[in-house]
């Protein structure tokens, strides 16, 4: 059975940092593509980062220079490293795996960037 499960939101003051984790089971997660999304209110979905599964990382415009995905494949989990946080950063946060035709993701974590 597959599990996508992150962690790590919360509240935290502009400027602040972050760090979000995803701990994925039930799949060979060393051969699979990772991307964190987020979903602020009222927008669409939008992908932040991508780490492949040869550790090629891509990055948002919005995001670059200020978070760094990276993945430890013996620990099956992707982390979101989130540095100079600001309030257009606030939105739920997902882990998704992908190779080929296979999609898996996870519920969210909230992250709200506020005083």
């Known amino acids: 059975q597959v599990h996508v499960v992150e962690s790590g939101g919360g509240l935290v003051q502009p400027g602040g940092s972050l760090t979000l984790s995803c701990a994925a089971s039930g799949f060979s997660f060393s051969t699979y593509g990772m991307r964190w999304y987020r979903q602020a209110p009222g927008k669409e979905r939008e992908l932040v980062a991508t780490i492949t599964n040869t550790n090629r990382q891509d990055y948002a415009n919005s995001v670059r220079g200020r978070f760094t995905i990276s993945r430890d494949n013996g620990r099956n989990t992707v982390y979101l490293q989130m540095n100079s946080l600001k309030p257009d950063d606030t939105a739920v946060y997902y882990c998704?795996?992908?190779?080929?035709?296979?999609?898996?993701w996870g519920q969210g974590t909230r992250v709200t960037v506020s005083s």
């Open positions: 998704n795996a992908w190779l080929w035709s296979n999609n898996y």
